[in-house]
């Protein structure tokens, strides 16, 4: 039904003021015109909605019936009960979610109950929101109480659905199956030896915890709290007392298995201890030894069988031709006590420590030092490891890189000894690793004969996405023959050289290539080879396309072309004269794009290009016998007839 209401009219259904009617025309977007005439106010039609609006507003102004609080009460506890019988209906988070709209939004019965306002006494007039509110809360918590039930139930559905038995074995890439840490293979190394000699391996956590008293650190080791010689260790205590602390040592073990076990006895403990020292090449706050223990009743075991069990340790792990020296020392639970060094590529240096087992050591636990002696060593797990794989810096141990990993071998007696003598790794020549990866899971080695694979003839459906990726890729990163146009050799000049603070044969050089970012930071193990002031300012040849890398923590981007003679002497492979800064060295018969850094990693095209890069009889660079050139000519070297690495 459409109508027209003047002011008047408004006025006299509304019984209000003419001020209050504007207001109302104006918050139901109703267009108004006021006239010369004070209070005459006249509309358009108005549209279905602000009819319907209106129309609302005039019934409740009509509304003579009184609703009393109860009644209104009564019906708000329906609809409590009808949204609890709702809720147990639901079955998801989103039904939930509904219901709460449905009864807690604007339009929802509990917010339109505020309307009965109108119709109320005066005296029930105030408890309306009292009412309202104590309902809604109510349904408020009945919501939520629902949703998180349902959320839970939900996860746990998804958990149930997606479930995997971990315990299954991973899926492996054969290509690259990891190594085993130095250190690990090293302590293995050192346990198995003692264990050949006939003692007992102790690495139990109740034998051995890395939590110690310091009782069993240091008093039951003739280190009263007293005693000068706890000043040799800084300790991490973990009570203010300092009864509790992280051992410093594995000789701990000694005292507890002397508690357990009572003599004649050999036993070799390996664990992890603790020391406030300052990070560097050579020290951490973590690191691992070895202690041994031998006793024996009084007369067997002598100061002889202690050198003997050393030297044919020594020889065992680090290759018969070591030489061995003994220094006198001092230990407070050892006495007569030594240091022992070795004689090792070149120079002495100190491995370990060991004496005859202090009778008051032996009093203190409990054993007469008249009936048994016997003697201790222990060393530093670490440092033989750093020894036997030549190792200049102890933090590369903790780094997790598997770069690092992969240079060693996957147990310590496989190849050790051509190793130690700096021979190739031997491979076997059936390599059953393979780029692929087995359709079932493999369990063992021998299970790879067997194992079956993707029949590489048959190409899978590529997804639209691989599809559209694939047709978006350079042309540079298809397939095709490697060659020497993959490599973006560069004309640079080195600005800057210094030597490396932790690497004895390495130089960190700054190179301008004529990249717009400056320099590239570069490490070469040139520093046998030139000196400081031989190498600034020098123009030679980069490759530049190469994964920027860490050697002996200094980021390397790129690598400095130098040919190889049979004598180990090195040189620089030089650009001509008139070479422009960060011109790019090409090959005739060889011009395609260069791979990016990532394409020369997977692709192993550094294998592939550098055994025919060389030096012919005059000394200039050549890939395959062509020359390698610039604008201005071709590039040499001083050394001829040699490899370009």
């Not at 001092?330 to 004496?355: A, N, Q, Y």
């Not at 397939?479 to 490599?487: C, N, R, W, Y």
Request: glycine share 6%.
């Amino acid at each position: 039904m459409k109508f027209v209401l003047s002011t008047s009219a408004v006025l006299l259904l509304l019984g209000q003021t003419s001020w209050i009617a504007e207001g109302f025309l104006r918050q139901s977007s109703i267009p108004a015109r006021r006239h010369n005439h004070v209070g005459a106010l006249s509309t358009p039609p108005l549209s279905q909605h602000q009819q319907q609006k209106l129309s609302t507003v005039l019934h409740m102004a009509d509304t003579t019936e009184e609703i009393s609080i109860d009644k209104i009460q009564a019906e708000l506890e329906s609809v409590k009960k009808e949204v609890t019988s709702k809720l147990e209906a639901c079955e998801t988070v989103a039904d939930a979610e509904s219901l709460r709209r449905e009864y807690l939004g604007k339009k929802g019965p509990i917010s339109k109950s505020m309307g009965y306002m109108r119709s109320l006494s005066n005296e029930d007039k105030p408890k309306l929101g009292a009412v309202v509110n104590q309902v809604k809360e109510t349904v408020e918590n009945l919501l939520a109480e629902s949703k998180e039930r349902l959320e839970i139930a939900e996860i746990e559905a998804a958990m149930l659905e997606e479930k995997i038995d971990v315990t299954m074995p991973g899926l492996n890439d054969f290509a690259d199956i990891g190594r085993r840490h130095p250190i690990s293979m090293t302590m293995e190394k050192i346990v198995d030896i003692f264990t050949e000699l006939g003692y007992d391996t102790v690495t139990d956590c109740k034998d051995s915890p890395e939590i110690e008293t310091d009782y069993y650190c240091f008093e039951a080791l003739n280190c009263p709290k007293d005693h000068p010689a706890r000043d040799m260790q800084d300790t991490f205590y973990l009570t203010e007392d300092r009864e509790l602390m992280l051992r410093t040592h594995t000789s701990a073990v000694q005292i507890r298995q002397l508690e357990k076990r009572k003599p004649p006895l050999r036993i070799v403990a390996p664990g992890r201890v603790y020391r406030k020292d300052d990070i560097d090449a050579t020290h951490s706050i973590m690191f691992h030894q070895v202690e041994i223990l031998a006793l024996e009743p009084i007369g067997e075991l002598d100061l002889g069988h202690l050198k003997g069990t050393v030297e044919y340790f020594l020889k065992a792990l680090l290759g018969p031709q070591i030489k061995t020296r003994f220094r006198g020392s001092f230990f407070p639970f050892t006495e007569p006590s030594m240091e022992v060094d070795v004689f090792f590529r070149g120079k002495w240096m100190e491995v370990l420590g060991c004496g005859m087992v202090d009778p008051r050591v032996l009093e203190i636990n409990g054993i007469d030092p008249e009936e048994y002696a016997g003697f201790a060593a222990g060393f530093g797990v670490e440092r033989f490891a750093m020894i036997i794989h030549d190792i200049k810096d102890l933090r590369e141990f903790f780094k997790s890189d598997t770069r690092f990993i992969s240079q060693f071998p996957h147990f310590y007696d496989d190849g050790l000894e051509s190793f130690l003598r700096g021979e190739p790794l031997a491979r076997p020549e059936e390599d059953l690793r393979t780029e692929q990866v087995p359709l079932e899971i493999v369990e063992e080695w021998e299970d790879l004969k067997t194992a079956k694979y993707a029949d590489p003839t048959k190409e899978e459906e590529a997804s639209p996405k691989q599809e559209k990726k694939k047709a978006s890729a350079p042309a540079s990163a298809a397939g095709g023959e490697i060659d020497v146009s993959k490599l973006d050799i560069r004309v640079g000049v080195i600005q800057k050289v210094w030597e490396h603070e932790e690497a004895d044969k390495l130089y960190c050089e700054e190179i301008d290539i004529g990249e717009e970012g400056g320099p590239r930071q570069i490490a070469s193990g040139l520093k046998g080879h030139y000196s400081l002031e031989e190498m600034e300012g020098r123009r030679v040849l980069v490759l530049a396309n190469l994964k920027s890398r860490k050697l002996v923590g200094f980021p390397s981007h790129g690598m400095v072309l130098c040919a190889a003679a049979e004598d180990g002497s090195v040189q620089f492979v030089e650009p001509p004269e008139g070479a422009k800064v960060g011109e790019r060295v090409i090959v005739d018969g060889f011009d395609g794009e260069p791979a990016t850094e990532n394409q020369v990693i997977k692709k192993k095209m550094l294998d592939a290009i550098f055994p025919d890069l060389k030096t012919d009889s005059s000394g200039v660079a050549t890939y395959k016998g062509k020359p390698l050139s610039t604008s201005a000519g071709v590039c040499k070297s001083g050394i001829t007839n040699s490899p370009i690495a």
